[in-house]
């Protein structure tokens, strides 16, 4: 069936750091893919999204490409602040409903 | 702004007493679901609803029971609580739509605790 992998956390990052986490996902067909944000005490909210190979999906300055090849949807940003501490949520949409990754906590030290 | 609002942001309850936990979606979104986190396993699918009166089971069903008697409305119920049913319990929708991708709305979660 189908599933999404993330990398496993806590990710711990610098401000200003490079961030990549990673999503890899087993699909049948071409799924929309997704990236949600939880910040701390809050409900999820979209990040970002894709919904067709080779798209790139971005947001706040954060980016993630559909790659087709790899099986991926990793998550970037070139910089990141205290203010994007957070979970973050990979997905893809099968049969009406979303297929979720663990989840990743990143926490970005001052 | 689209929005999904839950009646209770915390909520404690004692073992054995009966739960409800509402959410609105003002939408008009064809889709709802509940969904709960807990620390380590992410979100886990309780149960969802595709229409008014009609509901499928998720992931993990056991224990709930949910009702859908309004577009915009949609209940997930604790006959019974119990203390492994403490958790952050999430509401979203979604529309069929547009074939965009299924993108959930999801409210601000219900933290309940049973004692």
């Known amino acids: 069936g189908n599933s999404v992998t993330q990398m496993e956390g806590p990710v711990t990052l610098s401000e200003e750091a490079f961030l990549t986490i990673n999503c890899t996902y087993t699909?049948?067909?071409?799924?929309?893919l997704f990236w949600y944000v939880q910040y701390p005490g809050e409900g999820l909210q979209l990040l970002l999204k894709?919904?067709?190979a080779d798209d790139k999906g971005s947001n706040k300055g954060f980016e993630a490409t559909y790659r087709k090849e790899t099986t991926s949807f990793h998550l970037e940003k070139g910089s990141v602040q205290v203010s994007d501490s957070a979970v973050y949520f990979c997905?893809?949409?099968?049969?009406?409903?979303?297929?979720w990754g663990a989840g990743t906590k990143l926490i970005i030290k001052p | 702004d689209v929005k999904v609002t839950q009646s209770s942001r915390y909520l404690v309850k004692r073992t054995g007493e009966k739960v409800f936990l509402e959410c609105v979606q003002d939408?008009?979104?064809?889709?709802m679901f509940w969904y709960r986190q807990d620390p380590g396993l992410g979100l886990r699918l309780i149960y969802f609803?595709?229409?008014?009166?009609?509901?499928e089971k998720g992931d993990i069903p056991e224990g709930y029971s949910v009702s859908r008697e309004k577009k915009e409305r949609f209940s997930l119920i604790l006959e019974s609580a119990s203390t492994n049913q403490t958790s952050m319990y999430l509401c979203?929708?979604?529309?069929?739509?547009?074939?965009?991708?299924?993108?959930?709305?999801f409210g601000p979660g219900t933290r309940l605790t049973v004692t």
């Open positions: 979203a929708s979604s529309t069929t739509g547009t074939g965009l991708g299924y993108e959930q709305y």
């Open positions: 609803s595709y229409d008014v009166k009609m509901k």
């Open positions: 997905a893809l949409d099968s049969n009406y409903q979303l297929i």
């Open positions: 894709a919904t067709k």
């Open positions: 699909a049948t067909g071409y799924p929309s």
């Open positions: 939408m008009d979104h064809e889709n």
